[in-house]
C-alpha cells in the first residue's frame, strides 16, 4: 500500500520562504512521476510541480524561479522548496505519485494521472 505523508506547511508572510516534505513508502518500483499540487478554496487542484524517475521536472508558469522540487531517494522523500511566497500561493498543498512511469510527460499536471495522493499540508502566506 502506497502511503503519502506531506508535512511543513504553515503562516508566513510575503516574501517567506517554507519547504514541504513528502515521505512515501509502500512501493519499491523504480520508476515513478512524483508531484506537488495545490488547491485554494473554491479552485480547481492545479500542478505546481513534478519530478520523475530520471530528475526531469517541470513547473507550473506562476511558480517558476520561485519554487524548486527536488528528491531524496535515500529518504524516500518529496521535497517542495518555496521562495518568494505570493499570498496567491495560500493553498492546501498535496502530494502525489505515479508509479511505475519513468517519464510524467505532458500529463503531469493532471490530477487523474495520479495513482496516489497525501492528505495534504496547509499553507497561508499573508500579505
Known amino acids: ?3 503519502l505523508v506531506e508535512s511543513g506547511g504553515g503562516s508566513v508572510q510575503s516574501g517567506g ?3 514541504l516534505s ?4 509502500g512501493y519499491s518500483d523504480s520508476r515513478y512521476c512524483m508531484g506537488w499540487f495545490r488547491q485554494a478554496p473554491g479552485k480547481q487542484r492545479e500542478g505546481v510541480a513534478t519530478i520523475d524517475s530520471n530528475g526531469s521536472t517541470r513547473y507550473a508558469d506562476s511558480v517558476k ?4 522540487i527536488s528528491q531524496d531517494n535515500a ?8 521562495n518568494s511566497l505570493k499570498p496567491e500561493d495560500t493553498a492546501m498543498y498535496y502530494c502525489a505519485a505515479r508509479p511505475r512511469f519513468s517519464s510524467c510527460g505532458s500529463r503531469w499536471a493532471l490530477p487523474g494521472f495520479y495513482s496516489y495522493w497525501g492528505q495534504g499540508t496547509q499553507v497561508t502566506v499573508s500579505s
Open 22 to 25: 513528502c515521505a512515501a513508502s
Open 65 to 68: 524561479g520561485r519554487f524548486t
Open 17 to 19: 520562504s517554507l519547504r
Open 1 to 3: 500500500q502506497v502511503q
Open 75 to 82: 529518504k524516500n522523500t518529496l521535497y517542495l522548496q518555496m
